[in-house]
């Protein structure tokens, strides 16, 4: 019987292989997108270096005060001398572990719910979740558990963005989802009002919503009864966030088959099991890119709060840019900095995101 040898496997074709062959197939496909991609490098050519020396080569690092800021690149020693009031605001420093504290619990949850198994993701996380926001508020004002009483004027910067964004966030999200179900119950009157909420909400610019709530919201209120703005403002959010949420979950809904819900149907469950069991999962399931980007919309939302005088970051640059001490015209690395720092939590949004998706894909396709 004749011998047969196995030969080793030839090498890739050179062209197709290698840098040279990679420009090629992405950068210089054909003429058109040679001649973008040679544009595009002779811009950065252009602005890079100077870009780059600004920022960095040129720029002051050190210092404390306007005066340390001789160099023509960017002032970071401004950013730095506001580096606190940034990121905590007016706090008292003494008691800036409470707001670090509630930054690790809501980290330490959400870490939890990616790594914990998705038989306990229900009974531990989820509850953990809905009670963050009332136990960061008792730690945060300190009131109830003996620690001194630090007022919301005096609350502000980055960490009260994703805070308040965060709490928002927690309590809008089931609430959304009971809007969803009145829009789509067969009840008349709890159709009518989940529609005339989500619309409402949906509707009405923020802004309007956020001078509603500072404004008009405590003429309703009983004579003598009053209400923190920043608790206000959380009420408004949750609202806006609930309308925004109610409609995503409704298109989840939409595209679950007709035979998922004949099937729950058909084994027994009653209304609230069938959707919280087999529907509801694969509404989240469908809708996490919309739900990412209502979350990102919401966290940059609460910018506007400078509008109507609450000292998150943007309005604390704001503020610093006034100050006599630094009037040498820091807007842009203000500006710069405060959008770099959003930018980066946005994007860290989108890879948990991704993650949690990974995890509820069950195509199982390579």
Same mark, same amino acid.
């Given at each position: 019987?004749?011998?047969?040898?196995?030969?080793?496997?030839?090498?890739?074709?050179?062209?197709?292989?290698?840098?040279?062959?990679?420009?090629?197939?992405?950068?210089?496909?054909?003429?058109?997108?040679?001649l973008a991609t040679i544009v595009v490098v002779?811009?950065?050519?252009?602005?890079?270096?100077?870009?780059?020396?600004?920022?960095?080569?040129?720029?002051?690092?050190?210092?404390?005060?306007?005066?340390?800021?001789?160099?023509?690149?960017?002032?970071?020693?401004?950013?730095? *001398?506001?580096?606190?009031?940034?990121?905590?605001? &007016?706090?008292?420093?003494?008691?800036?572990? !409470?707001?670090?504290? $509630? /930054? %690790?619990?809501?980290?330490?949850?959400?870490?939890?719910?990616?790594?914990?198994?998705?038989?306990?993701?229900?009974?531990?996380?989820?509850?953990?979740?809905?009670?963050?926001?009332?136990?960061?508020?008792?730690?945060?004002?300190?009131?109830?558990?003996?620690?001194?009483?630090?007022?919301?004027?005096?609350?502000?910067?980055?960490?009260?963005?994703?805070?308040?964004?965060?709490?928002?966030?927690?309590?809008?999200?089931?609430?959304?989802?009971?809007?969803?179900?009145?829009?789509? *119950?067969?009840?008349?009157?709890?159709?009518?009002? &989940?529609?005339?909420?989500?619309?409402?909400? !949906?509707?009405?610019? $923020? /802004? %309007?919503?956020?001078?509603?709530?500072?404004?008009?919201?405590?003429?309703?209120?009983?004579?003598?009864?009053?209400?923190?703005?920043?608790?206000?403002?959380?009420?408004?959010?949750?609202?806006?966030?609930?309308?925004?949420?109610?409609?995503?979950?409704?298109?989840?809904?939409?595209?679950?088959?007709?035979?998922?819900?004949?099937?729950?149907?058909?084994?027994?469950?009653?209304?609230?099991?069938?959707?919280a069991l087999i529907i509801f999962p694969q509404?989240?399931?469908?809708?996490?890119?919309?739900?990412?980007?209502?979350?990102?919309?919401?966290?940059?939302?609460?910018?506007?709060?400078?509008?109507?005088?609450?000292?998150?970051?943007?309005?604390?640059?704001?503020?610093?840019?006034?100050?006599?001490?630094?009037?040498?015209?820091?807007?842009?690395?203000?500006?710069?900095?405060?959008?770099?720092?959003?930018?980066?939590?946005?994007?860290?949004?989108?890879?948990?995101?991704?993650?949690?998706?990974?995890?509820?894909?069950?195509?199982?396709?390579?």
């Amino acid at each position: 019987m004749q011998e047969f040898k196995v030969l080793p496997d030839l090498p890739a074709p050179v062209k197709t292989v290698g840098p040279v062959a990679w420009l090629k197939n992405n950068l210089f496909s054909s003429w058109l997108n040679g001649l973008a991609t040679i544009v595009v490098v002779a811009i950065l050519a252009k602005l890079l270096p100077g870009l780059l020396d600004w920022l960095f080569f040129s720029a002051n690092w050190t210092g404390t005060s306007q005066d340390a800021c001789t160099k023509e690149g960017a002032c970071w020693v401004f950013i730095n *001398s506001w580096s606190k009031q940034f990121f905590y605001g &007016s706090y008292p420093d003494g008691q800036l572990w !409470r707001i670090n504290l $509630v /930054l %690790a619990m809501l980290v330490g949850i959400i870490t939890l719910s990616i790594f914990i198994s998705k038989e306990y993701r229900n009974k531990i996380v989820v509850p953990l979740f809905l009670l963050l926001p009332f136990i960061g508020l008792i730690i945060l004002d300190g009131s109830l558990i003996g620690l001194q009483v630090v007022s919301t004027d005096l609350w502000g910067g980055f960490t009260l963005n994703v805070l308040l964004a965060a709490a928002s966030i927690i309590v809008a999200f089931p609430l959304g989802a009971l809007w969803a179900l009145g829009r789509r *119950s067969e009840m008349p009157l709890a159709r009518s009002i &989940s529609i005339i909420l989500i619309e409402f909400f !949906r509707g009405v610019p $923020v /802004l %309007a919503l956020f001078f509603m709530g500072s404004v008009m919201l405590p003429l309703f209120f009983p004579e003598g009864t009053t209400v923190d703005k920043l608790v206000r403002v959380w009420i408004v959010l949750v609202l806006f966030m609930s309308g925004y949420m109610a409609e995503v979950f409704r298109g989840g809904f939409q595209a679950i088959p007709k035979g998922q819900y004949e099937a729950a149907d058909a084994i027994g469950l009653g209304y609230w099991q069938k959707n919280a069991l087999i529907i509801f999962p694969q509404v989240i399931k469908v809708s996490m890119p919309n739900i990412l980007a209502t979350f990102v919309m919401l966290f940059k939302n609460t910018t506007f709060l400078l509008i109507i005088g609450i000292f998150e970051m943007l309005s604390t640059a704001q503020t610093a840019l006034t100050n006599s001490n630094w009037l040498g015209g820091h807007s842009t690395e203000a500006y710069l900095f405060v959008g770099l720092v959003f930018w980066v939590c946005c994007y860290s949004m989108s890879l948990i995101a991704t993650s949690i998706e990974r995890k509820l894909n069950t195509d199982h396709r390579n």
